[in-house]
C-alpha cells in the first residue's frame, strides 16, 4: 500500500515533488556549515556572547542585540544591492550576505537555545 500525500512526513514530499530544489537546499547548508567553521575558527565565540558568559537574560539579551545589529546591516547591504541596484564595491556579493545573514539566524537560535560555544 503506497501512501498519499497527505500522510507522507514533509520531508519524503518535498524531495519527492522537488528533488533538485531539495538536493541545492542540502548543498547551500553545507556550505553555510562549512563557512560558520571557518569563521568560528577565525573569531572564536567571544565576538558574539560580547565577552559574557551567556548565563543570565541580560547576557543573552546583549548576544541578541549584537545578532539583530549584525542582520540589519546585512539586510540594508541586500537592499542596496537587490532594492536599489547599486553595485558591490567591498567584495560582498549578494549570495555571501544571504549565507551571512542566513549563519546568524542559526547563531540566534544556539544563543537562545542555550547551545552556544558549548
Known sequence: MTETKLEQSAIAYCEETYPQTCDEFKVILNE?????CKKQRNYGPGNISVGTPLQTKE???????????RQNDKINRL???????????????VEDTYQD?????????LVSRGKWAK
Do not use: C, H, R
Request: charged share 20%.
Open 101 to 109: 545573514l542566513s549563519i546568524y539566524s542559526v547563531i540566534a537560535q
Open 59 to 69: 547576557d543573552i539579551k546583549l548576544s541578541l542585540t549584537g545578532l539583530w545589529f
Open 79 to 93: 537592499k542596496q544591492l537587490v532594492v536599489m541596484g547599486q553595485p558591490d564595491e567591498v567584495g560582498e556579493s
Open 32 to 36: 553555510m556549515y562549512e563557512t560558520f
